[in-house]
């Protein structure tokens, strides 16, 4: 980041860490000077909050998650908690620096909650997120201790960005399995709030190699001394950070049998591997260790001669000019991560080979892998094909060595860091803008104050209500979907008062109903979706159609039965009116998609009737078009006329039409995301509760 930073200027929000042993004085003023140099702020975290933080949660439990390596995961709930905190003070930390029409830049998975965190304290700023490292897949994902709150802190974002299509996929497959959130391909909406989603491979900036290939006096020394050191022997470079997630042990076990199986090699070729510690505070990182020494003194003991020393291995961080001339004598760079999010030292190397000479030998589960076709692709796991693989990067032909090399270089050149961050931050600044359009043409959020207000200055007033998702959340099962004493007492209460109309829509039959609500009394009930209608004290129901043969059903319900054995967890509901496909048990991506199919086979089945598919949340319903609550609302304000305050809340395609009947004035409420003709929305069931339980406590209070 630092020469995207040195370029466009901003201000670097980060973790100084904190080794123990520093001289206070002496570290305050080395933070002064970065703060006035370089324009890095640092974050302070104490002791135990950091351990927890970043040696704990994030990288105990985040990392080998996201990595695939769940047998890996550690949990410890005091952890969590020292990782929430320390988002919590880089929110402080971001919120005291913000300035309006900043963009701000959230790297990485430390902070995977920041996002929703600035957005609950800065509401309007332009915030990004971008991933470095890989998302896991959506059946690995779940395993996660709290999962729902990572993904909820993302969503914080307008942008939230990752290093491949693939990552990106997996995210919104991760959203739709475990927040039941469905997205676009480059979109979610969250709450009203459109999050746009991108895959912007990470580059670097080439010339900081090239320029010291070019001019430093030190790598061109170094450069020198190694050249002599391995005259007439190949050079294998492999570096990484000695981490698990590297390929670091099959690399040596690929490389041990190289030399066993081709004897040709033994004295002709170099593997360099370096290996810079890591998180060693940690068990895993510990033994990873011993066991990298153990398979290096192996390899060096029994194949190695007094003058050759197969295996050349550097545990510690290098100089930059030292890694630039390596990259330069190596004839081949290997790289074998088991999991990586990109990995740059395989653009490093090809930055370092202008003249088109050496070979990459990437793996298949890097994210580099998904642009640099032209490196020699391995499996690491297969260790013995790994091991064939650098057997023909040894001898492969000049000519088309250089076509590989000189196609990675040129693409390395046109996509660096400065291309990558010049798409990131237009792109954010993109989705504000579309925010703010979006915003601009939704309904506005429903304050409750002056609906309060209204509410008590009306004489009479007309209350409709859906059920499910409005008044109660999904259930699974229709029978799981009955309302709880809590809400029977809410409506009761509603009901009750003499100035109300309250009436109660859903989908559902009029058994079920009955069976639920007919001991509230002066309640309305309207069953599947309009069909039906039920006045307070009523016997019986009255039908807002003329009677309707139902003849349909025995041609529609061979289809869904069809789908149903195509989709475990799936069932077909038979209402008097309709037939409803439910999918809420099935596999989400699976039962989306079969969805979808089934929408449109009906589609053109039912064109030249008077029925039509509905989609509704996780259900396609085949009704007649006249069911509508729309209707329903003529019939209700026919027998409450006069009234002077009008208030429709629902949740899904079939309270739009009720929204649109509705004469202007009146408080229609949209409940959860998406597109709505009503006049507000507010967030989940919970809040429609506490709207009304305002309501009854402004009837007692008067």
Known sequence: ?????????????????????????????????????????????????????????????????????????????????????????????????????????????????????????????????????????????????????????????????????????????????????????????????????????????????????????????????????????????????????????????????????????????????????????IDTYQELRTEVNRLVGEINGKLGTPDWTPLVYINRSIERAELVALYKLADICWVGSLRDGMNLVAKEYVACKPDGDGVLVLSEFAGAAAEMGEALLINPYDEDRTASTLERALSLEEQERRERMRALHNRILRNNVFHWGDRFLASLEEAVTARGRYIDTQPKRLRLSEIRDAYMRASQRILILDYDGTLAPFAKQPWQAAPSPVLLRLLSALASEPRNCVALTSGRTTENLDRWFAGVQGLWLIAEHGAELKPPLARTWESLHSPVSTDWKSTVMPILEHFVDRTPGSFVEEKKYGLVWHYRMAEPEFGDWLANELASMLEAMLAETELRAFRGDKTIEVRPAWTSKGEAFERLLAACEGRNFMFAVGDDRTDEDLFERMPDGAWTVHVGPGPTRAAFVVRDFETVREVLQMFIKSDRGS
């Open 1 to 281: 980041m630092n020469p995207l930073l040195r370029r466009r200027g901003g201000d670097w929000i980060g973790w100084a860490g904190d080794t123990g042993d520093e001289n206070l004085e002496e570290r305050s003023a080395v933070l002064q000077e970065w703060e006035q140099k370089e324009q890095c702020f640092a974050v302070e975290l104490a002791t135990d909050v950091a351990t927890g933080f970043y040696e704990g949660y994030a990288n105990q439990t985040l990392w080998p998650v996201f990595h695939n390596f769940p047998s890996r995961l550690k949990f410890d709930a005091k952890a969590w908690e020292a990782y929430v905190e320390a988002n919590r003070i880089f929110c402080k930390a971001v919120a005291m620096r913000y300035k309006p029409n900043d963009l701000i830049w959230v790297h990485d998975y430390h902070l995977m909650l920041l996002p929703q965190m600035l957005r609950q304290e800065l509401p309007d700023a332009a915030i990004g997120f971008f991933l470095h490292i890989p998302f896991p897949s959506s059946e690995i994902f779940p395993i996660l201790p709290r999962r729902e709150e990572l993904l909820e802190g993302l969503l914080g974002a307008d942008l939230v960005a990752f290093q491949t299509h693939g990552h990106l996929q997996q995210f919104r497959s991760a959203l739709l399995r475990v927040l039941g959130t469905e997205s676009k391909v480059a979109e979610v909406a969250v709450g009203g709030r459109p999050i746009r989603l991108e895959a912007l491979p990470i580059g670097i900036a080439p010339e900081e190699y090239t320029d010291l290939l070019k001019h430093d006096e030190t790598t061109a020394r170094h450069y020198a001394e190694w050249v002599a050191r391995y005259k007439g022997q190949k050079v294998l470079l492999a570096v990484d950070r000695l981490d698990y997630t590297k390929g670091v042990l099959e690399r040596l076990r690929a490389y041990s049998d190289l030399l066993r199986s081709s004897a040709e090699f033994k004295g002709k070729i170099a593997l360099i591997q370096i290996a810079v510690p890591t998180r060693e505070g």
